[in-house]
Structures are given as structure tokens and as C-alpha cells.
């Protein structure tokens, strides 16, 4: 049980990585000063669902419309984050997270929704782990085989 949430967390360094570096590029191309700073800030405060990327974006927001004097430049920032926060949602956290803790990545995203409706932003975040422990006890129960299967990964069903 430790070891899923240690790779559940390895998978969350993985997500908060990527999109550091997405932020940054996106911010870097638009002009924005510090754009590795402020892209790894928001990428680090999207722990906070929804809450978090609002507050990591208004400060290059604010930087950028101060420093062009341009209502463009803000809009950028948004769209920048908009992106990458679609990719993170529906790409990157799904294949970084199920990959570390050997859940397919339909389930995975399945599981996020599920959370989300059930238990809000808390479900989003703990129901991966609660379906992580399903298949691992699933591994080691012969009668709960084919749930193992179904949560697993192409890997999983050779064995």
C-alpha cells in the first residue's frame, strides 16, 4: 500500500514536471519575464484543483499586461495555461500517473471523473490511490482475477 502512494506521488513529480515545462515554454515565447519561475509556480499550485491554476495564472498575467501595456499579452498567458491544463487533464496526467501505478489509462480517467462527482476535488484526488489498492489485493485474489485485468494494463494479462 505505501509503495502505490509512493508511485502515485513519483507520477504527480512527473505531471508537475511536464507541465512546469509546458508553462514555461508557452510563457517564454510569449515574452513574459521569469517564465521559468511563474511556469513552475502555477504547474506546483495545480495541486489546488481550479483554485490553483487561477492563482498561477493571474501573476504573469499581471507581470505581462504591466510590462507590454497590452490586454493581448494577458490573454496569452490564459491561453498558454488554458492548453496546458487541457493536456494535463486529458494527456499527461492520466498516462504519467497510471504508468507509475499500473492502471490503464481509460480506468485512470474513468476513476478521476468518478472521484470528482462523488467527492469533489478530495475524490479527484484520492480515488486513484482507493482503485491502485483494488487491483493490487485484485492481483493476489484468484476469484478477483478479472478485475485485475480490467484495471491493468496490456502487461497485466499475460500473468
Given amino acids: 500500500v505505501i509503495i502505490t502512494y509512493y508511485?502515485?506521488?513519483?507520477?504527480?513529480?512527473?505531471?508537475?514536471?511536464?507541465?512546469?515545462?509546458?508553462?514555461?515554454?508557452g510563457l517564454f515565447i510569449l515574452g513574459v519575464p521569469n517564465p521559468i519561475f511563474f511556469g513552475f509556480v502555477a504547474s506546483i499550485l495545480t495541486f489546488i484543483p481550479y483554485v490553483g491554476i487561477t492563482i498561477g495564472a493571474i501573476?504573469?498575467?499581471?507581470?505581462?499586461?504591466?510590462?507590454?501595456?497590452?490586454?493581448?499579452?494577458?490573454?496569452?498567458?490564459?491561453?498558454?495555461?488554458?492548453?496546458?491544463?487541457?493536456?494535463?487533464?486529458?494527456?499527461?496526467?492520466?498516462?504519467?500517473?497510471?504508468?507509475?501505478?499500473?492502471?490503464?489509462?481509460?480506468?485512470?480517467l474513468v476513476v478521476i471523473v468518478a472521484g470528482g462527482i462523488v467527492w469533489g476535488a478530495?475524490?479527484?484526488?484520492?480515488?486513484?490511490?482507493?482503485?491502485a489498492i483494488l487491483k493490487l489485493i485484485a492481483d493476489q485474489i484468484e476469484e478477483m482475477k478479472p478485475i485485475a485485468v480490467?484495471?491493468?494494463?496490456?502487461?497485466?494479462?499475460?500473468?
Avoid at 15 to 24: D, E, F, R
Avoid at 65 to 80: A, E
Avoid at 91 to 104: D, E, G, M, W, Y
Avoid at 151 to 158: A, Q, V, Y
Wanted: aromatic share 12%.
Fill in 7 to 25: 508511485n502515485f506521488i513519483k507520477g504527480m513529480g512527473v505531471v508537475y514536471l511536464v507541465v512546469g515545462i509546458l508553462n514555461s515554454v
Fill in 59 to 108: 501573476l504573469p498575467m499581471a507581470v505581462s499586461w504591466i510590462k507590454y501595456d497590452s490586454v493581448f499579452y494577458p490573454i496569452g498567458v490564459l491561453i498558454v495555461f488554458v492548453v496546458v491544463q487541457i493536456l494535463e487533464a486529458n494527456i499527461i496526467f492520466p498516462l504519467a500517473v497510471s504508468q507509475k501505478l499500473k492502471i490503464n489509462a481509460l480506468i485512470t
Fill in 122 to 131: 478530495m475524490g479527484m484526488i484520492l480515488f486513484l490511490p482507493f482503485v
Fill in 150 to 159: 480490467l484495471l491493468g494494463t496490456k502487461k497485466d494479462i499475460g500473468k
